[in-house]
């Protein structure tokens, strides 16, 4: 079974920046990476992700212009960099990972993988 295992979160000041790693543990998600995150009390959104082919990226309204999605695809990893963090971005964040053929990826549905997820707070 694929795993996914998310790294980076913690607490950081209003204006900080966030650095998330994901690593999947084998080549499986030949298609696209991303990010979502849950905050509690409400459902889980989508943050971030890329496509392989092409490097496209896609991000929520929320997160343009401050968040970052990047990768390797060869080294099975994913990286999301969070600048001028904001006490909404707090949330679990999760790493998902997909082999569907879309056009783009901004859903739940669009993931077919997820990780354990990995909490971060932004105090203001």
């Known amino acids: 079974q694929v795993q996914l295992v998310e790294s980076g979160g913690g607490l950081v000041q209003a204006g900080g920046s966030l650095r998330l790693s994901c690593v999947a543990s084998?080549?499986?998600?030949?298609?696209?990476m991303g990010w979502f995150r849950q905050a509690p009390g409400k459902e889980r959104d989508f943050v971030a992700a890329i496509r392989w082919s092409g490097s496209s990226t896609y991000y929520a309204d929320s997160v343009k212009g401050r968040f970052t999605i990047s990768g390797d695809n060869a080294k099975n990893t994913v990286y999301l960099q969070m600048n001028s963090l904001k006490p909404e971005d707090t949330a679990v964040y999760y790493c998902?990972?997909?082999?569907?053929?879309?056009?783009?990826?901004?859903?739940?549905?669009?993931?077919?993988?997820w990780g354990q997820g990995t909490q971060v707070t932004v105090s203001s």
């Open positions: 084998r080549r499986t998600f030949n298609t696209a």
């Open positions: 998902a990972g997909s082999y569907y053929s879309r056009t783009y990826y901004r859903s739940e549905g669009d993931f077919t993988s």
